[in-house]
């Protein structure tokens, strides 16, 4: 069996962690992959802080293994979030979107194990020297924000710059990435994409549909010129983003344009309006099942494809 560093740190059986998905990573599903043996992680999003502690008391209704919350540090609400969770004293917090030096004091007094998502070395080295006790490398195939590396450039270099365990997160959907991940010298995975599939996963039926027929050359990254780039599927609302922000728009006209329409796909399936985020590993997710079996599946199949590493090697 598949144990590692983070294992221990967090108290779970697998060092697979759900990502934090806006509007998607609710209190069902973060506790359906903790009873899985992973760690379930509700969304903060730009949501209020009543709506978190709802969610938290909601997976802790459904099971008695940690739980973490993803904090976007660009919601207008997360001074609020920050103090919501502390008081929650949930297990884990991940961060995205910015940097959470503000609250780090705040939430080690709660005895919060905090492990921010960097996209560079600065910040991963940054996040390091502030107390941070793991760290998720997310390199540009992962679905929502993005930065520039892709997965496997970025994680051997973050692994290289910090004593902390890594997480490696962007483009990962079964065995044979976890597997690589480990080779890159990261203590785990994240992902998101793989359980939008997920029974427990609320949203809407044509969302859902939409991932299961997904082609290699699905996504799209739209926002550059705002410098929050996000990454979604290459539908009409994506189209017409990518042409208004190279045609003349003003960037109030744009962050308008794109208001709300994360919670059209997710709670509308809105296909001509809504911005379906999504990772570029959407392709290699084929069938909805529960997330419990999501975990399991990607752990036994990185299991087999390590046993075999040795035919490499005379």
């Not at 590692?4 to 992959?33: H, K, R, T």
């Not at 992902?191 to 996963?201: K, N, Q, V, W, Y």
């Not at 939409?210 to 979604?232: F, N, Q």
Request: hydrophobic share 45%.
């Amino acid at each position: 069996m598949i144990k590692s560093s983070i294992c221990e740190l967090l108290g779970i059986q697998y060092p697979v962690f759900q990502g934090g998905m806006a509007w998607i990573a609710d209190g069902n599903l973060a506790a359906a992959v903790s009873n899985g043996g992973g760690l379930g992680i509700i969304a903060a999003g730009n949501a209020p802080g009543e709506y978190v502690r709802e969610q938290v008391r909601i997976a802790r209704s459904k099971t008695d293994k940690p739980i973490g919350v993803n904090i976007m540090l660009m919601s207008p609400f997360a001074d609020e979030v920050a103090q919501v969770v502390a008081e929650e004293k949930v297990n884990v917090v991940t961060t995205g979107a910015g940097n959470p030096s503000k609250y780090m004091q705040l939430w080690k007094d709660a005895d919060i194990k905090v492990i921010p998502v960097v996209a560079s070395v600065a910040m991963a080295r940054l996040m390091t020297r502030l107390g941070a006790c793991a760290l998720i490398a997310e390199g540009g195939e992962s679905g929502g924000h993005v930065g520039e590396l892709t997965t496997m450039v970025l994680v051997p270099q973050i692994c290289d710059a910090t004593d902390l365990p890594v997480l490696a997160a962007g483009g990962i959907a079964d065995g044979r990435g976890m597997a690589a991940a480990f080779m890159l010298g990261a203590s785990g995975v994240q992902m998101g994409t793989r359980f939008l599939s997920a029974f427990e996963c609320n949203i809407h039926p044509g969302y859902k549909e939409r991932i299961l027929k997904a082609t290699d050359l699905c996504t799209m990254v739209t926002g550059k010129r705002l410098g929050h780039p996000v990454r979604s599927l290459r539908t009409k609302f994506a189209r017409e983003y990518a042409k208004a922000e190279y045609g003349g728009m003003c960037d109030e006209e744009l962050e308008a344009l794109g208001a709300g329409k994360l919670r059209m796909a997710v709670q509308d399936g809105d296909a001509d309006q809504g911005c379906f985020l999504s990772g570029q590993i959407a392709a290699m997710v084929k069938k909805e099942q529960p997330a419990a079996e999501i975990v399991r599946e990607v752990v036994e199949g990185a299991e087999a494809v390590l046993r075999k590493a040795g035919v490499w090697v005379e």
